[in-house]
C-alpha cells in the first residue's frame, strides 16, 4: 500500500533543495554501501581462484557480472522511487507465494550468515594478532558490528562503510599494480570464452560479483539516505553506477592478483576464505611482511564492511517484512531504523549465530540455508519483472528493452547456478 505518512529525511541532504545546489559528494552514498556489502571475502576468494586458476581468461565474467548487478540494483532502486513502495511491498502485490519464500529465508538468512559473517572478519585478525582465538575475535565483530549499527544512524553506517571501501580499493589495487599486470594478455580476457571444464565456475563468477540478498537493501537504504522521491531518479542511478563501477575495479583488481601472484607461479589456494590467508603468505614470500600485513587489513575492511552492511540493510528489510505481516504500512517507526522490528533482527544475526561460532553447523540448517539462497538471485531478477513492466510502476519509469533482457539474462542465469547450488549443497550434506 501507499505510505500513510510522508518519511523524514534522515541524511544532511535535503530532499527540497535543488539537486544543482547539493555538493556532488553528497550524491553518492547508498549505492557504495550495497556493493561494499555485496563484496566480501567469499567473493575475493571466488575471483583470486579465477585468476589463478584461468588468469585472464575470465575477465569478461568479471564485467558481466558487474553489468548485471547495476542493472538489478538499479531495478530494485527504481522500483521504490517511482513507485513510493518498498520492494517487499512489491513482492506482496505479486502474491502471498513471495512471504512464503521469503520470511522463512531471511530468518535462516541471518542465523547462518551472522556466524559467517563475523568468521570471515575475524580470520585476518586472528593471522595479525594471535594472542585470541579465532572465535574470540569473530565475537568481537559481531559485537562491534552491532553497537554501531544499534547506536548509529544511516548516516554513521554510511561513513564506516565508505572509510573500509576506501582501504580495501587502495589495498587491492595497489597490490594490483605492485604485481605489474601483463596488460596485452589482460586485453584478450575481454573476449567471451569458457574454458574447458569451468562452465560453473563462469557462471558463478559473472553471477557472484557483489551481493545477493543485500542487493534488494537499496531501496531501503535510500529511503534512510532521504531520496524517497522520483526526482531523485537519476541521483539514485549515477550513485549506483558509479559504485559498482568502484566494485568492479576492485574485483579486477583481485582477478589480476590471481592471475600475475598466483596462476604464472603455479600456486593453488584453499577453497572458503582461508584462501586469503594463502595468499597472504604467498605475498610474504614474493614481496615481505610488509605487503602482507597490508593485505590482511585490506582483507579485514572488505569483510568488516560486510558486517556492518548486513547489521544495517538486511535488518531494515526483515523491519519491512514483519511491519508489513503486522498489516503497518511502510515508514511506520516500528518498521524503520530503531524500530523494534529493526532491533530484533539486529539481535538476530548478532548473538544466536555466536552458537554456530562454538558447534558444527547444524547440518538441516545449512541445507535449507543453502537451497533457499540458491533461489534468491533468480527470485530478485524474475520479481523487478514482474513489477518494472506493469502498472506497480508508473509508466515513465518502466523498464526498456536493454534492462529486461539483461534480467532475463540474470533470471536464466541465477536459476542453472541456483539448481547447481542446490544440488551441490545436498550432495556435500549427504557425501
Known amino acids: 500500500m501507499p505510505h500513510e505518512t510522508p518519511?523524514?529525511?534522515l541524511s544532511t541532504v535535503d530532499p527540497h533543495e535543488p539537486l544543482e545546489k547539493i555538493e556532488r559528494w553528497k550524491l553518492i552514498g547508498p549505492g557504495l554501501v550495497v556493493a561494499a556489502t555485496g563484496v566480501g571475502a567469499a567473493d575475493m576468494v571466488a575471483t583470486l581462484t579465477a585468476g589463478s586458476r584461468y588468469g585472464y581468461t575470465l575477465l569478461?565474467?568479471?564485467i558481466a557480472g558487474t553489468v548485471m548487478k547495476i542493472v538489478l540494483v538499479e531495478g530494485a532502486g527504481?522500483?521504490?522511487l517511482a513507485s513510493g513502495r518498498t520492494i517487499f511491498e512489491g513482492w506482496r502485490s505479486l502474491g502471498r507465494w513471495t512471504s512464503w519464500y521469503f520470511g522463512p529465508y531471511i530468518l535462516i538468512w541471518g542465523f547462518v550468515y551472522g556466524a559467517t559473517a563475523m568468521s570471515s572478519s575475524a580470520l585476518p585478525l586472528a593471522a595479525l594478532?594471535?594472542?585470541l582465538p579465532l572465535w574470540a575475535w569473530a565475537v568481537i565483530m559481531g559485537l562491534l558490528g552491532f553497537a554501531i549499527v544499534w547506536a548509529g544512524r544511516y548516516a554513521v553506517v554510511e561513513k564506516i562503510t565508505a572509510a573500509m571501501v576506501g582501504l580495501m580499493f587502495l589495498v587491492v589495487v595497489g597490490l594490483a599494480v605492485i604485481t605489474l599486470p601483463d596488460v596485452p594478455r589482460m586485453i584478450t580476457g575481454l573476449i567471451p570464452v569458457i574454458p574447458q571444464g569451468g562452465v560453473v565456475y563462469t557462471l558463478a563468477l559473472a553471477g557472484g560479483v557483489g551481493g545477493t540478498i543485500t542487493l534488494a537493501a537499496y531501496g531501503y537504504w535510500l529511503r534512510e539516505k532521504g531520496w524517497h522521491q522520483p526526482r531523485w531518479m537519476r541521483v539514485m542511478q549515477l550513485d549506483n553506477t558509479v559504485a559498482y563501477a568502484v566494485t568492479g575495479i576492485f574485483v579486477l583488481a583481485m582477478l589480476v592478483v590471481g592471475a600475475e601472484v598466483l596462476y604464472s607461479a603455479g600456486y593453488a589456494v584453499s577453497a572458503g576464505d582461508k584462501g586469503l590467508l594463502d595468499l597472504d603468505q604467498v605475498l610474504r614470500e614474493r614481496y615481505g611482511d610488509v605487503i602482507g600485513v597490508t593485505f590482511l587489513v585490506g582483507f579485514w575492511a572488505a569483510s568488516f564492511s560486510s558486517v556492518v552492511g548486513v547489521w544495517s540493510g538486511v535488518s531494515l528489510m526483515f523491519a519491512d517484512?514483519?511491519?508489513?505481516?503486522?498489516?503497518?504500512?511502510s515508514g511506520h517507526p516500528d518498521t524503520l531504523s530503531g524500530g523494534r522490528?529493526?532491533?530484533f533482527y539486529l539481535f538476530w544475526l548478532t548473538f544466536p549465530p555466536m552458537v554456530l561460532l562454538l558447534l558444527d553447523k547444524p547440518v538441516f540448517l545449512i541445507l535449507l540455508y543453502g537451497v533457499l539462497g540458491a533461489l534468491f538471485m533468480p527470485f530478485l531478477a524474475i520479481t523487478l519483472l514482474g513489477l518494472l513492466n506493469t502498472s506497480r510502476?508508473?509508466?515513465?519509469w518502466r523498464n526498456g528493452m536493454f534492462t529486461n533482457a539483461v534480467l532475463v539474462v540474470c533470471a536464466v542465469l541465477f536459476i542453472i547456478l541456483g539448481v547447481y547450488q542446490a544440488y551441490?549443497?545436498?550432495a556435500g550434506i549427504l557425501s
Open 321 to 329: 517484512y514483519w511491519g508489513n505481516v503486522r498489516h503497518k504500512h
Open 129 to 131: 594478532f594471535p594472542f
Open 60 to 62: 569478461w565474467a568479471v
Open 424 to 426: 551441490d549443497t545436498v
Open 78 to 80: 527504481r522500483y521504490s
Open 393 to 396: 510502476t508508473p509508466e515513465r
Open 341 to 343: 522490528y529493526f532491533k
Open 7 to 9: 518519511l523524514q529525511p
